[in-house]
């Protein structure tokens, strides 16, 4: 886990392969996602066929919400990139995500045959436009 990029390039050599890079929002703060666009600078094009993910969390306190949904929108958009929405606070909906999340991260690191991280994310692109 990062709070920002990029990373400190002194364990350079110790990091693992990065296969999914899942940047967290928090719908109720305005910085969090100044915090996402200012990192997104730091990562490789290459990431963005599939490899990349953003999760909304704070989804069912709308009423306190500081972000606009359609910038979140934008940013999955412009990224090409699926944009998952969560409430952490609830076991189910976290447990949830986790799930969704690991799933994600084991397309992305090729550990399910037949399914590449792009023609994963065309599917999640395609099911969001429904």
């Known amino acids: 886990l990062a709070s920002s990029l990029p990373l400190p390039s002194e364990r350079d050599h110790l ?3 990065i296969d999914l890079i899942a940047f967290m929002i928090d719908i109720k703060s305005k910085y969090s996602l100044k915090n996402v666009e200012a990192s997104l600078d730091h990562v490789d094009a290459s990431f963005f066929l599939g490899k ?3 999760l909304v969390t704070g989804v069912g ?3 306190y919400c ?3 949904m359609n910038a979140i929108w934008k940013l999955g958009e412009v990224y090409c990139s699926p944009v998952l929405f969560c409430e952490l606070e609830l076991e189910g ?3 949830t995500t986790a799930q969704r999340l ?3 991260l084991q397309i992305c690191a090729g ?3 037949g ?3 792009l023609s994963f994310a065309s599917l999640m692109r395609s099911s969001a436009d429904d």
Do not use: D, G
């Open 15 to 17: 990091r693992p392969r």
């Open 52 to 54: 990349v993910c953003f």
């Open 61 to 63: 306190r709308m009423n």
């Open 66 to 68: 500081s972000v606009e």
């Open 93 to 95: 909906i976290r447990a």
């Open 102 to 104: 690991v799933r994600m």
């Open 111 to 113: 550990h399910v045959p």
């Open 115 to 117: 399914v590449s991280a």
